[in-house]
């Protein structure tokens, strides 16, 4: 059974920084591209960060040079180092993991992680 577990999510003040993590498990995980979606109330999901097998990040241009993502494929976890967190950046946070066994596309979501941020 494929899941995906964020954590790190929290309450912080403006400038601070938090570190979400994402631990997958069913999954050939060192093969998955893992993407950071957030959505904020009101608001669709938006993509906030993505690396790939290759250590390949993309970042959306609202969180560059703020947010870092990083992975661990000994320990199936993927980061997101945030920081100098903003209002704005308040959502929730979902990690998202996708690719391809064999010819068989995968694409799984894990359930959220609220992220808060004060000003």
């Known amino acids: 059974q494929v899941q995906l577990v964020e954590s790190g999510g929290g309450l912080v003040q403006a400038g601070g920084s938090l570190r979400l993590s994402c631990a997958a498990s069913g999954i050939i995980f060192s093969l998955s591209t893992v993407a950071w979606y957030r959505q904020a109330p009101g608001k669709q999901r938006e993509l906030v960060a993505s690396?790939?097998?290759?250590?390949?990040?993309n970042y959306a241009d609202s969180v560059v040079g703020r947010f870092t993502a990083s992975r661990d494929n000994a320990k199936k976890t993927v980061s997101l180092q945030m920081n100098s967190l903003k209002p704005e950046d308040t959502a929730v946070y979902y990690c998202?993991?996708?690719?391809?066994?064999?010819?068989?596309?995968?694409?799984?979501w894990g359930q959220g992680t609220q992220v808060t941020v004060s000003s």
């Open positions: 690396i790939t097998s290759g250590d390949s990040t």
């Open positions: 998202n993991a996708f690719g391809t066994t064999g010819f068989l596309p995968y694409n799984y």
